[in-house]
């Protein structure tokens, strides 16, 4: 049995048991839209519609119902033996590898870091930065973290931050000389700090959204490059008008050194996504700092 098939089996079980998809991707730290492509999978695989939804329930079918009372017993040794590794947490050890963007082992990641290590005291955390969509087989890494939105469709994704939002942002003094865009096309007119994709090469377009209507701009300008702190720095002393995540331009923000523009247009996207192939099994590593990353996100929105 692949790893994939006993994730599915897994998912299904949770639906079973929570009562709904809502509450089973909750309970899994996936998206309830994962959830669903994830039974999708498994009722192809068997060949059996599994589950009836309606508006007010999810009930299983008769033979989801049979087929949960048997793997419900086998699911449930599996559960056991990794509390029984959760239980010993001092004593579990070994190294969890993770391949990540700069920006994203800064926002999504590190502040996790010291209480996970105060947890786990024997494993060992290495974090690897790149900008590319790593194959995280092939880097010998146990999970990849990334945007959600630029995830493959084979890979199981657990969400580890809230929506971010892209954001424009010039220097007062830049707005000053040129005036202020009011309309994404406008910035075809400006000077515009550029990137590249890192996988292809080609130039990012810059994207936006407003009342259901999407909005690309390929812009140009003085200065391309990838690096955040060139880009930021660029802006503030007034070489034109740069794009981020609102994460790494939050300290100039607050000092007033830049300024937001097209604000309206700057919408919320998917956030920060451990990603790792739906064919593998989850290290006990992996999965207890998806479960305590998911412990902490809930007592946040708890407190």
Not at 89 to 118: D, K, V
Not at 195 to 219: K, N, T
Request: a negative charge.
């Amino acid at each position: 049995m692949k790893g994939s098939d006993v994730a599915e089996l897994r998912a299904f079980a949770a639906i079973i048991e929570h009562g709904n998809f809502a509450r089973a991707a909750e309970w899994l730290g996936v998206t309830p839209s994962a959830l669903s492509q994830t039974i999708r999978r498994l009722e192809v695989r068997l060949g059996q519609r599994l589950l009836n939804r309606t508006t007010r329930a999810t009930r299983a079918t008769e033979a989801g119902q049979q087929l949960y009372e048997r793997i419900r017993p086998a699911l449930k040794e599996i559960a056991e033996a990794q509390a029984q590794l959760q239980d010993q947490q001092g004593e579990l050890g070994g190294r969890l590898r993770i391949n990540a963007s700069r920006t994203g082992a800064s926002y999504a990641l590190a502040p996790h870091l010291t209480s996970f290590a105060q947890s786990y005291p024997r494993i060992e955390v290495e974090i690897v930065i790149s900008d590319r969509l790593e194959d995280v087989v092939a880097s010998e890494c146990d999970a990849g973290l990334r945007l959600g939105e630029n995830l493959e469709q084979d890979m199981v994704g657990v969400p580890v931050s809230d929506p971010l939002r892209w954001i424009a942002v010039a220097s007062p003094a830049y707005l000053a000389r040129t005036g202020t865009p009011g309309h994404p096309t406008d910035l075809k007119e400006h000077a515009c700090i550029n990137m590249r994709w890192p996988s292809g090469g080609h130039l990012y377009q810059w994207e936006f959204a407003r009342d259901g209507q999407s909005v690309q701009v390929a812009v140009a300008g003085p200065l391309c490059t990838n690096d955040v702190a060139t880009r930021l720095r660029a802006v503030k002393d007034g070489l034109g008008i740069g794009y981020f995540l609102e994460p790494e331009a939050c300290d100039l923000l607050a000092t007033g050194d830049i300024v937001e523009v097209l604000g309206p247009w700057c919408a919320r996207e998917p956030g920060f996504y451990l990603y790792y192939p739906g064919n593998r099994l989850v290290t006990p590593q992996l999965r207890a700092f998806l479960d305590h990353v998911a412990a902490r996100r809930r007592a946040e929105v708890e407190e």
